[in-house]
């Protein structure tokens, strides 16, 4: 109750901001970012177009992976006529097939430009069961398996720049409080909904792919420890965000139930503040493998905190984005409830 009563006045916490944030006042005292390169996926709407811009107004080059170059020609029109010295880079991406996210590193690194930030953005709800070209349901194959690949195809990348410039390169990966709504073995789930061997639920279905991006979070902050890598992985739940109420309201009721939604929601701007606070604010220099809601440190739910749960969706990653070359010269299968042996299930 507590908590809820910050969230709706926007108290600060120990950072100094609060859910009332936006990324124009979590960035106003970050160093120029004139020097950064960051990548921002889903950046063509809502909260990832508001990050986008908010980081081009401090300074730094962007690269935005999309599906629609229309599209991002659009939001790429819009920033650089507020900001005219912005630097925006549109290259193609479709996080749900693993052969487009490959294409978009083959073409990102053919830049030969330097790469400090990577934020994890993009997400999206598929209502009807859909199946991506590589096999995996499709909620999972675009919200988490995309960007693991995407993540790890760019980590020697990130870390080169980081030894190069002395610059701490950071991994943001956005997530939301909806992972707490799953509960059970992530990898068997997964295995069933994507051969419809139970009925799809969308919503346990992005819950399921926010609580990997989590997981992959805290074992990726693991491995760049390991790596001696100066880059840092966080996780973010941006909050709910405002959108239009499409349906008639009328009476008292209706009325007064509209006003406390529209007072639980966040603004574009407030929503974006997590992000780009994680990405850019002094004060989280070498601070890796958390998870920040409200521009503040916060606590996931017990089975997001697991290191064993982690790891072994890691393993599991790996094996499901790995090419039939790959496979063959590491004898690598598939990870898949399914396909691992019994005393795994």
Not at 79 to 90: F, G, K, M, N
Not at 190 to 208: E, F, G, S, V
Not at 224 to 241: E, F, Y
Request: contains cysteine; aromatic residues 6%; hydrophobic residues 40%.
């Amino acid at each position: 109750m507590l908590e809820t009563v910050r969230y709706l006045i926007g108290s600060v916490g120990d950072s100094g901001f609060g859910s009332k944030s936006t990324g124009e006042e979590v960035t106003a005292a970050t160093p120029d970012l004139r020097s950064i390169t960051a990548i921002i996926t889903g950046a063509t709407s809502g909260i990832g177009t508001e990050t986008a811009r908010v980081l081009a107004m401090r300074g730094a080059r962007l690269v935005l992976p999309t599906r629609s170059l229309k599209t991002a020609d659009e939001v790429k029109a819009r920033i650089v006529a507020e900001i005219p010295d912005a630097e925006v880079i549109l290259l193609p991406l479709d996080l749900s097939s693993l052969s487009s996210v490959r294409c978009f590193v083959s073409l990102f690194l053919a830049l030969h430009l330097p790469l400090n930030l990577l934020i994890n953005n993009a997400g999206r709800m598929v209502y009807e069961h859909a199946v991506s070209e590589d096999g995996v349901e499709m909620t999972f194959a675009t919200n988490y398996l995309g960007h693991f690949l995407l993540t790890k195809l760019l980590l020697n990348k990130m870390a080169e720049t980081a030894r190069e410039t002395g610059i701490q390169g950071r991994i943001v990966n956005v997530s939301s409080h909806v992972h707490s709504w799953f509960s059970g073995d992530c990898l068997s789930y997964l295995d069933r909904i994507t051969r419809k061997q139970i009925p799809y639920d969308a919503t346990q279905a992005y819950a399921l792919s926010k609580l990997a991006n989590i997981l992959h979070t805290k074992e990726l902050a693991e491995r760049l420890k390991q790596m001696d890598a100066n880059v840092t992985a966080n996780c973010v739940h941006p909050g709910v965000v405002r959108t239009r109420l499409n349906r008639d309201r009328e009476g008292f009721v209706t009325d007064l139930v509209f006003f406390l939604v529209t007072k639980l929601v966040k603004t574009m701007p407030q929503a974006a503040a997590t992000a780009c606070y994680v990405a850019t604010h002094p004060r989280l220099v070498g601070i890796s493998g958390r998870y920040f809601a409200d521009c503040n440190e916060a606590l996931p739910s017990p089975l997001a905190s697991r290191p064993h749960e982690a790891a072994q969706l890691w393993r599991a990653s790996e094996s499901m984005t790995a090419t039939d070359l790959d496979r063959t010269a590491s004898g690598l299968e598939p990870q898949l409830a399914s396909d691992r042996p019994d005393d795994e299930k």
